[in-house]
Structures are given as structure tokens and as C-alpha cells.
């Protein structure tokens, strides 16, 4: 990839929206623009009383596409409406960082005004890597636009304010109404910025020549939208996130898709945009390639939301207590494995493990895993923990009864707390073996 410079932003700005007089404005950086007017909310309930910013350099003070020398950023401006046909498929703020990570775009976004969590409004604002021209604008923003809408399933392009056509464009700093306050949100992430040359290669007419038109509202029929196939998609997704690679997590998506939803497949839908063959493409080819779309971006969303960090050091201590300890995530080993019978039979082990980081470093917990002549259901968990925790400690384990070869390897696991019931006391077992 050809290296882009680091370089100095030159932006405008207007002490009100109603004045066309500008001032000329140099950020040292991008991240030091951000944290000029970005970083922290103006809070106004009349946003009017705020200044403007215009993401170019003018050859004269006035603002308008004439007097503009150029532009160093790219910005949108996301404006969503309740009671619209795309309610089900509103942008959140992380989708769209999910996306501009995904892409590795320099960028921060802000909460604008009026912004609810019912119906998010929000700009986002990426760094160019060089100055473009009037001229360039328009074909450079719809390029990345295009580029950033297949990560979002052509949804943007329904909810993007078209006044990104527009290079003079003056757009509200980071404001919040007061009633509002604990909803606005900014955030800043580094990357590359976007490559402006590259990106006029491509000579995009997205959004230009087509704009989004709100048609008749989709039936509901509970099968669409958030609450719909995406919702219980990104369920399923999140169940397996920390046991399960990337590819396995597609694969399984791909397959409840095809059958739960039979004949109304998600990734089939041919309404969103992404789902939609390219030049050459199978329909099946198309599905697949949005189904991994789809489970990176939501991946990278959910990892990005785990706010407290698991402690992974090894601690090797005494248990100070027989305690049942609460659901936590932490580093066990395997201290050793029963193996035996059930009653009726059947093949069992009981593991006895050790906590090995963490506040409950050295405290103990036990997990039976069940095998031939047991329940089925019983059977498929415990070959699953099985299975994971082969990929964990990276050993072959083709039956339960060889799970003696991973003592004293440690792992990353979830302890479960079990409460007690029928005068049984609680008690902890492993909830899940993290592979990622």
C-alpha cells in the first residue's frame, strides 16, 4: 500500500449557521481536531446559539462551493427518523465504527442535537490523505460512502443527509440538548487516512445519481429487521464469540439461516444491498460473502463493548475459601479427572480444576463430563467442552476419558455459578472455554 504523509487539517468556521462569513481554522492533526470542538458536548437547548465548522479551506471568507480552495475531510451526516420504512434496520453509532475499523479509516463521530436512542443522529468524520479539489469532491465522497455502506447492508445510503454533495456544507460542532445529555456520545479511533487518490480511481457515482426514496413500509412480519433474522443471528453470534473462530461462527450462521429462515433467508434478501450479487457472482456466492461481512462486523462490535479487561496473570496460591464464586471469567487448569460410571452405566469424569488468576486465584470447582450411555443432550455438552478444550491447549482428545492429558495446562474459561436446588447447594462448573 503506498505510504500516506501525516499532515496538517485546514478547516473553516462560523460563529452561527446563519452568518456565511467564515474564519480559517489549522488542526496540527486530526486527532487534535477532534479534540478542539469534538471531544466534549456544547450543551445548548437551542443549538442555533452554536458555532459551525465547514471541512474546507476558502480562498476568500465567504461560504459558498465558489470561494472554496479544498477540502480535507469527508464527512456524513447519519439522520435518522422515527416512523420511516428503515426503522428496523437504524445504523447504531458502533455499527458504524464497526465498519470504519473494519476499513482501518482514521475517523471520529459525534452525536448531533438531536440525537435519541430511539432514533440515533450522528456524523461521521473521516481524515483525507491529501486536499482535494471542488472538482473531486462529490466522485471521492461516494466512493467511500459505497465502500462504507457494504459493511452496513446499503443502510446507510437510506439514512445519510444528501448535503455531503455539497463541499461548503457547514455542520453544528458537537452540541447536546440538555434533557439529552446522557446519551451523547463521541469517540475518536486512529487508522489510515482515507486514500483519496485511490478512492477517485474508482469513479463512484453511489449516491449521486440514485438517491434513497422511502417506499411503501415492509409487511411486519416479525421476520425482518432487528428484532427479526439479524437479531437472532447476532444472538446466536454472541453465544459463540469467545469459544469459536471467526470462520466456524460464519459457517454456523450460514446454515441456521438456511434453515430456520427456508425460503426467506437473511442473507438471500436481496433488499439490502450487500446481499446482492456482484458482476460473476453466484446468488450463493453473494449470501456467503455477506454472512462473513456480517459476522466480522458484528464480532469486532461485541469485543469492542467487553469494557473491563480479563486478568490472565498466573497466580499459583493456596484456596483461602470454599465459597461459591460468582460468574467470572479466568485462567483454570485441569488438577485431575475421575474417570468412571454413572448408576445406570453410563461413561462419566469428574474434573477437579483450579482457579489460577484473578481474586479467586487457588479456589477449586469440579465438572462432570458425560459420555456413552448417557442423554444426548448431556452428551453434546460435554462434548463440546471437550472439543474446546483440546483447541485450547491445542492436544488431541478423541474421547472424554483422554481429557487426563491436559493437567496443568491453563485455559481461559468461563466459571459458571450454578444455584442450588432441591437442598442441593449452589455450586460453579465451566460455563465455556475461551478460544478468542
Known amino acids: 500500500m503506498r505510504e500516506i504523509k501525516k499532515m496538517a487539517f485546514q478547516y473553516a468556521t462560523q460563529t452561527t449557521a446563519s452568518t456565511n462569513t467564515v474564519t480559517q481554522q489549522v488542526a496540527q492533526s486530526f486527532k487534535a481536531l477532534f479534540e478542539t470542538s469534538f471531544e466534549y458536548p456544547l450543551v445548548l437547548a437551542d443549538k442555533s446559539k452554536a458555532s459551525t465548522f465547514i471541512p474546507a479551506y476558502f480562498r476568500?471568507?465567504?461560504?459558498?462551493?465558489?470561494?472554496?480552495?479544498?477540502?480535507?475531510?469527508?464527512?456524513?451526516?447519519?439522520?435518522?427518523?422515527?416512523?420511516?420504512?428503515?426503522?428496523?434496520?437504524?445504523?447504531?453509532?458502533?455499527?458504524?465504527?464497526?465498519?470504519?475499523?473494519?476499513?482501518?479509516?482514521?475517523?471520529?463521530?459525534y452525536t448531533s442535537h438531536s440525537h435519541t436512542l430511539a432514533a440515533p443522529r450522528f456524523r461521521i468524520v473521516i481524515a483525507a490523505s491529501r486536499p482535494y479539489y471542488p472538482a473531486e469532491h462529490n466522485v471521492i465522497c461516494a466512493a467511500i460512502l459505497e465502500?462504507?455502506?457494504?459493511?452496513?447492508?446499503?443502510?446507510?445510503?437510506?439514512?445519510?443527509?444528501?448535503?455531503?454533495?455539497?463541499?461548503?456544507?457547514?455542520?453544528?460542532?458537537?452540541?447536546?440538548?440538555?434533557d439529552r445529555q446522557q446519551f451523547a456520545i463521541s469517540f475518536y479511533n486512529p487508522g489510515a487516512p482515507a486514500d483519496i487518490d485511490d478512492y477517485k480511481l474508482?469513479?463512484?457515482?453511489?449516491?449521486?445519481?440514485?438517491?434513497?426514496?422511502?417506499?411503501?413500509?415492509?409487511?411486519?412480519?416479525?421476520?425482518?429487521?432487528?428484532?427479526?433474522?439479524?437479531?437472532?443471528?447476532?444472538?446466536?453470534?454472541?453465544?459463540?464469540?469467545?469459544?469459536?473462530?471467526?470462520?466456524?461462527?460464519?459457517?454456523?450462521?450460514?446454515?441456521?439461516?438456511?434453515?430456520?429462515?427456508?425460503?426467506?433467508?437473511?442473507?438471500r434478501?436481496?433488499?439490502?444491498?450487500?446481499?446482492?450479487?456482484?458482476?460473476?457472482?453466484?446468488?450463493?456466492?453473494?449470501?456467503?460473502?455477506?454472512?462473513?461481512?456480517?459476522?466480522?462486523?458484528?464480532i469486532n462490535s461485541l469485543k469492542r463493548k467487553t469494557k473491563k479487561p480479563v486478568d490472565t496473570t498466573i497466580v499459583v496460591k493456596q484456596s483461602e475459601s470454599r465459597?461459591?464464586?460468582?460468574?467470572?471469567?479466568?485462567?483454570?487448569?485441569?488438577?485431575?479427572?475421575?474417570?468412571?460410571?454413572?448408576?445406570?452405566?453410563a461413561e462419566t469424569v469428574l474434573m477437579e480444576l483450579q482457579v489460577m488468576s484473578g481474586e479467586h486465584a487457588g479456589r477449586h470447582l469440579w465438572h462432570r463430563l458425560y459420555g456413552t450411555g448417557s442423554h444426548a443432550t448431556a452428551i453434546t455438552i460435554s462434548d463440546s467442552i471437550k472439543t474446546k478444550i483440546a483447541k485450547a491447549t491445542r492436544l488431541?482428545?478423541?474421547?472424554?476419558?483422554?481429557?487426563?492429558?491436559?493437567?496443568?495446562?491453563?485455559?481461559?474459561?468461563?466459571?459458571?455459578?450454578?444455584?442450588?436446588?432441591?437442598?442441593?447447594?449452589?455450586?460453579?462448573?465451566?460455563?465455556?472455554?475461551?478460544?478468542?
Not at 242 to 264: C, P, V, Y
Not at 406 to 415: E, N, S
Request: with cysteine; charged share 25%; hydrophobic share 30%.
Open 60 to 109: 476568500v471568507p465567504t461560504r459558498n462551493d465558489v470561494s472554496i480552495n479544498t477540502s480535507t475531510l469527508v464527512i456524513f451526516d447519519v439522520d435518522q427518523k422515527l416512523g420511516q420504512d428503515y426503522d428496523d434496520d437504524m445504523i447504531a453509532l458502533e455499527e458504524a465504527e464497526d465498519a470504519l475499523l473494519d476499513l482501518g479509516l482514521e475517523h471520529f463521530i
Open 323 to 345: 465459597e461459591t464464586m460468582p460468574t467470572h471469567d479466568a485462567m483454570i487448569k485441569i488438577k485431575s479427572a475421575k474417570i468412571g460410571q454413572t448408576k445406570t452405566g
Open 147 to 178: 465502500h462504507l455502506d457494504e459493511f452496513l447492508g446499503g443502510r446507510l445510503l437510506k439514512v445519510v443527509d444528501p448535503c455531503w454533495k455539497v463541499p461548503s456544507q457547514c455542520y453544528y460542532i458537537y452540541t447536546a440538548h440538555p
Open 396 to 436: 488431541e482428545i478423541p474421547a472424554i476419558s483422554d481429557i487426563t492429558k491436559a493437567y496443568d495446562m491453563p485455559m481461559l474459561a468461563r466459571i459458571k455459578y450454578k444455584p442450588g436446588t432441591n437442598g442441593y447447594p449452589a455450586q460453579n462448573e465451566i460455563g465455556d472455554i475461551h478460544l478468542n
Open 269 to 298: 434478501d436481496q433488499q439490502y444491498p450487500r446481499n446482492r450479487p456482484r458482476a460473476g457472482e453466484s446468488n450463493e456466492a453473494a449470501a456467503w460473502r455477506s454472512c462473513q461481512l456480517f459476522t466480522k462486523s458484528h
Open 202 to 267: 474508482h469513479q463512484s457515482t453511489y449516491g449521486i445519481e440514485t438517491e434513497y426514496k422511502p417506499g411503501a413500509p415492509r409487511k411486519a412480519t416479525g421476520q425482518t429487521g432487528a428484532r427479526g433474522r439479524s437479531y437472532e443471528l447476532n444472538r446466536i453470534l454472541s453465544g459463540m464469540i469467545t469459544s469459536s473462530a471467526e470462520e466456524e461462527i460464519a459457517k454456523r450462521l450460514f446454515g441456521i439461516d438456511n434453515t430456520m429462515h427456508a425460503g426467506n433467508e437473511y442473507f
